[in-house]
């Protein structure tokens, strides 16, 4: 086992993995920007540095800032949590280079399944439905072509995109050119890769991912759905376990396929299959994110397992512990996303200092953060100030676990969307469990 990681994040997620290396006995290094001096990832690790200036790309981008650091530290492996440099390939293959550990799947699998043309690929030829589209499109004239014969709507999509950018949803082929520009655009400003495909849109949809963890002796194990629907603009808002939708036939045809997807690329460490499914059920892949999600938690309280602790036991080279066979999914469990911003003024983010916190409590309320009373939010980084969490032995009951627990939860001192999230619980279609990737679209304008 490794004796010291370096965290190479920021914010809750930070914090959740020195937890997790507290409770393993493992020495932690926090890398920190000039603005976030005083986060609490920063004060909760055994040692702690200053990497560079708030901006992402000078501080938490730099890889040499990061790597020259864990060596001067003698860290012997390097957690890059989600976000970042998570799904950095070459991150990945600067850190085998220094000898350091990075503690998710090789630079080459990343390679493999970041280019989302070719993990298509890969996946169909395991015999995975994909969705109805094309491979890479090198020029504008062939790409309208191909929409035209997949037929409209169409999404337009990067081939490394992720969080939800490089996407463009086409209804009407005279639109096609502007939103094809835009998306390269995007691409190429995002990930320096404008290489772009196109997919035949689907909707009504549910976005339903699979978690899977694998070791480094060809185990591999799926620890049940995740139901990340609630969804604004491709960023997700609200994730359950298990989905109130999927029945017991899909839901291990969907571990089949996603257990053949990652033996098809010798996959190791943790990673989620995800999934499109229709009004019938039909599920179709995707995409594949090499790394540890936001919604992580939701599975760690339906399984008893506690993926972090995994991720590094697995990069350490230790077999996995349980088999498929031992997965067992008890209860219910939801996780609503505390952002710093305003849903009612177009969801405009929010910095500033938190001049009141009260965290919920009482059994089974969790609450994933890094702040805490009189902490500035800086402006530099993403809106997500934490994670609730709720579990419960019913989905009604962690329904109205949540609601209460969102109503305990005090922020002052920046606006928040808890009261969006309390609207969003209380809607009928997610009440029944009937809604889809367009259910907040619904709820109504400015939304």
């Known amino acids: 086992m490794f004796s010291k990681i370096l965290i190479a994040n920021r914010g809750e997620i930070a914090v959740r993995i020195i937890r997790a290396c507290k409770e393993m006995g493992i020495m932690t290094v926090a890398v920190f920007s000039e603005a976030d001096r005083d986060s609490l990832h920063v004060n909760l690790a055994d040692e702690s540095y200053c990497i560079g200036p708030a901006p992402a790309k000078d501080s938490y981008l730099n890889m040499n800032a990061i790597l020259s650091t864990a060596i001067n530290a003698k860290a012997e492996a390097i957690h890059p949590g989600y976000g970042l440099l998570s799904e950095n ?20 699998i990343i390679s493999k399944m970041g280019n989302k043309d070719e993990a298509r ?81 689907l909707s009504p949809v549910k976005h339903i991912e699979m978690q899977v963890i694998c070791d480094n002796y060809g185990n591999a194990v799926c620890l049940g759905e995740r139901e990340c629907s609630v969804q604004r603009k491709n960023q997700k808002m609200i994730e359950e ?19 053949r997807a990652v033996k098809a690329v010798s996959y190791k460490n943790l990673g989620t299959v995800e999934f499109l499914v229709d009004s019938k059920n039909n599920f179709y892949f995707m995409e594949m994110n090499t790394r540890l ?65 009260h965290i919920p409590g009482g059994p089974w309320v969790r609450f994933d953060t890094a702040i805490y009373q009189n902490y500035e939010i800086p402006p530099f980084y993403d809106s997500m100030i934490g994670k609730l969490i709720v579990y419960a032995k019913t989905r009604e009951e962690a329904i109205r676990k949540m609601k209460a627990a969102l109503c305990e939860l005090v922020i002052e001192g920046v606006e928040t969307n808890q009261d969006f999230q309390l609207e969003i619980l209380s809607n009928s279609d997610f009440v029944n469990g009937s809604y889809n990737t367009k259910t907040i679209e619904k709820m109504g304008d400015g939304f």
Request: proline content about 5%; hydrophobic content about 35%; overall charge negative.
């Open 89 to 108: 390939a070459r991150f990945a293959e600067l850190c085998k280079k220094c000898n350091i550990v990075f503690i998710g799947p090789p630079d080459d």
């Open 121 to 201: 690929r890969t996946v169909m030829e395991a015999g995975v439905r994909i969705i109805p589209g094309t491979d890479v499109i090198e020029n504008l004239e062939t790409a309208k072509k191909e929409a035209k014969e997949i037929g409209y709507p169409v999404l337009i999509k990067a081939r490394s995109g992720g969080g939800g950018r490089g996407i463009r949803l086409v209804e009407k082929e005279e639109d096609f050119e502007k939103n094809f520009l835009s998306a390269k655009s995007e691409a190429e400003s995002a990930f320096s890769d404008g290489s772009l495909y196109i997919e035949k849109y």
């Open 241 to 259: 376990s298990p989905s109130p939708v999927i029945d017991g036939y899909v839901r291990e045809k969907m571990t089949e396929a996603a257990i």
């Open 293 to 357: 999600q936001v919604e992580h938690p939701v599975t760690e309280m339906v399984t008893g397992i506690d993926l972090v602790k995994w991720q590094i036991r697995t990069a350490a080279g230790q077999k996995l512990g349980f088999a498929q066979e031992d997965i067992k999914i008890s209860g219910a469990a939801i996780e609503c996303r505390i952002n710093a911003e305003n849903p009612y003024k177009g969801f405009r983010p929010e910095c500033g200092k938190i001049e009141l916190l």
